[in-house]
């Protein structure tokens, strides 16, 4: 039934197999590094609303290092450097 190898899987269903495993540990921080890297629009959409989901529903801290400016735009608070200086933003909702 089950008999589906991870490497045959699609960049996104394996990314997604990746935070599954995670997730059933029930951390209380999830650092995810670049987890939308390599994948579509729909998938790192899908891939973002589970880390979400997780920050809800477990009451986890999510924790995402990405250089995709579009997908920080996403996130509730920013840590960034600039010229070597740590910087926060909130962008507003």
Avoid at 2 to 25: C, H, N, P, W, Y
Avoid at 67 to 92: C, F, I, S
């Amino acid at each position: 039934m089950f008999d589906t190898r991870a490497g045959s899987l699609s960049k996104g269903e394996q990314q997604k197999t990746v935070i599954a495993r995670a997730l059933l540990m029930k951390p209380t921080v999830i650092l995810a590094d670049e987890p939308a890297s390599s994948l579509d629009t729909v998938m790192t959409d899908r891939v973002l609303r589970i880390l979400k989901s997780a920050q809800k529903i477990l009451g986890s801290t999510v924790v995402l290092a990405t250089h995709d400016l579009n997908l920080a735009k996403r996130a509730d608070q920013l840590l960034y450097m600039e010229n070597g200086a740590l910087k926060t933003y909130e962008p507003q909702r």
